[in-house]
């Protein structure tokens, strides 16, 4: 049997199950839907939802495509494999985004029968019991038996006597047949204990020896000089001109990124006390947007 869990993220990336309801996905609520019989985990972006609200459900979504969630000592979408997004911005705009709605408007439209916790089960047709006919048994002739008179007993028996039974008298032992011990009769001895003597070692010196404590053998990462850091502040500066709400990351070779709610906004490294815009720093944006931010950042250096 398959299950299915909806979730609603919070603020602070916390994952709280709810009531299974098509109507639970609206515009201002970002919705995870756990559905073990599509083995998808579909991820509902309201269209009011910010980019910070977006990347957190998305992390909590991440988790429960790995791990599941766990109910008692059952775990719901373990073998899940499988993560969809949805924008609702996107709706009518983008094919994929178009094809994973629809088969979520499949799965919120089917039967369902509500479980325990939140949990739902798809409904299935009961299966018709047939009326098991019983047969009567035939019944068994007794035959009369023959009563059985118990037999009479005297109520009162013959009780022998029994033969009286003489005990012997004891015989009387003389006062001087018994031994009396004195404080004479066995000789003191005098015990010599020995004394055990007390042996002491000499004190062995030891010398303590120094330990050596291995370094560290990983790199020391030197901070940005205080320029730098003013010239990504300008960067900054002037994309926050054109968007209220961006995200900003480091990745593993220590280049930028920036990116907003609809996608890619500029990637940047650090060379030499400068920073380096590649051919394709600004591929996700207007060619307008990307002068002026240009534009912003060589006005503010050459106030340092």
Known sequence: MDYALMFDVLEGGVSQPIK??????TNDRNIIIL???????YLWHGSAQGLVARRTALRQAESLKGHGFTVGKSIVGRDIKMLKEIDQR???????TDRYNEELEEVL????????????SYASKDLEMTPVKTVPKP????????????ETKPLVEKIEKPTPITPPEPSQASKSDIPVATEYSIPSKKIEVEKPRVVVKPESKTEAKPVSVPKSSEPMVK???????AKIGFVIMGILDHYDDIWISKKEDGAYAVEHMDGRVCEFTISEGKIKFTANSFAGIATNVKTEIQKKFVELSKLI
């Open 20 to 25: 299974w309801d098509k109507n639970s996905l």
């Open 90 to 96: 996107k709706i009518g705009r983008d094919p994929e």
């Open 139 to 150: 019944e068994q002739k007794t035959e009369p038996r023959a009563e059985v008179k118990p």
């Open 223 to 229: 901070p940005l000089d205080l320029s730098i850091q």
């Open 35 to 41: 559905d073990e019989g599509s083995s998808s985990l």
């Open 109 to 120: 439209n089917r039967e369902y029968k509500e479980l325990d916790n939140f949990i739902i």
